[in-house]
């Protein structure tokens, strides 16, 4: 489902590396389902693979996520302007997700 959301092969193809790479097509599919915008989507998805790669720095496992790794993502990698001011939103959707599923 990434691939509906992303052209670039190289950038799908590192959005499926990290604790979370076998939850993002889920929730690419639930953004469909919901119908999001896809430029809202992509901006979300960009977020949560950002925050998967910090979760694989620091050897979190999915089921290790919560607020407190979000947190410290936040503070660690992601400045107030830009694509970011979404950073706290788009993350919030990935810990629903993850909640709904029973993965967290």
């Known amino acids: 489902m990434l691939d ?8 799908v193809r590192q959005l499926r590396h990290g604790p979370l790479a076998e939850h993002l097509d889920g929730l ?10 896809s430029v809202t989507a992509r901006r979300i998805l960009s977020v949560v693979g950002q925050f998967n790669r910090f979760a694989a720095i620091v050897g979190a496992a999915a089921e290790d996520v919560d607020e407190a790794l979000v947190g410290r993502f936040l503070a660690a990698e992601l400045v107030d302007d830009g694509l970011f ?3 706290p939103s788009a993350l919030r959707h990935m810990l629903g997700y993850l909640r709904r599923h029973g993965i967290i």
Request: aromatic content about 24%; overall charge negative; glycine content about 4%.
């Open 85 to 87: 001011q979404s950073g």
């Open 4 to 11: 509906f959301y992303f052209e670039s092969k190289t950038h």
């Open 28 to 37: 690419a599919a639930e953004f469909q389902r919901d119908a999001f915008a």
